[in-house]
């Protein structure tokens, strides 16, 4: 199936770290900075976010390669920026963009980002 996912096709998202997504609320007790895990949530969600609407009904992104460089700390209330870009499309459903994101003081994080298209009902009949 053909869902018109091309290369090029870019999603930039800005967020706000707040308490809930430093490393001390994931169990790094002390480390009031982002967290790793929370950037993570943010690439696949502006990632995801990119794709959804040119897919149809019943069909979603699920990810599936993470390879990222976390170049800085970024403290509580600064903005985060994050730039995704699709820059290869491979049978048509297994997607990976280039990622990068930036704080108010430059680039936090760079790296690669996989992502396949699946059929929901499909994906979790197989579970």
């Not at 609320?25 to 480390?31: E, L, P, S, T």
């Not at 009031?32 to 897919?55: D, R």
């Not at 704080?103 to 790296?111: N, Q, S």
């Amino acid at each position: 199936m053909d869902f018109g996912v091309k290369e090029g096709l870019k999603n930039v998202k800005e967020y706000v770290v707040e308490h809930k997504d430093t490393a001390d609320a994931v169990g790094n007790k002390g480390i009031n900075v982002l967290s790793s895990p929370t950037l993570i949530l943010w690439i696949e969600q502006t990632c995801l976010e990119a794709v959804k609407p040119l897919l149809p009904e019943g069909y979603e992104t699920v990810g599936t390669v993470f390879n990222f460089l976390h170049l800085a700390a970024t403290p509580v209330g600064q903005k985060v920026r994050v730039e995704a870009e699709l820059t290869k499309v491979e049978k048509g459903k297994v997607l990976t963009f280039d990622v990068k994101c930036y704080d108010e003081k430059g680039k936090i994080l760079k790296g690669t980002h996989g992502r396949a298209i699946v059929n929901k009902e499909q994906f979790f009949g197989n579970l």
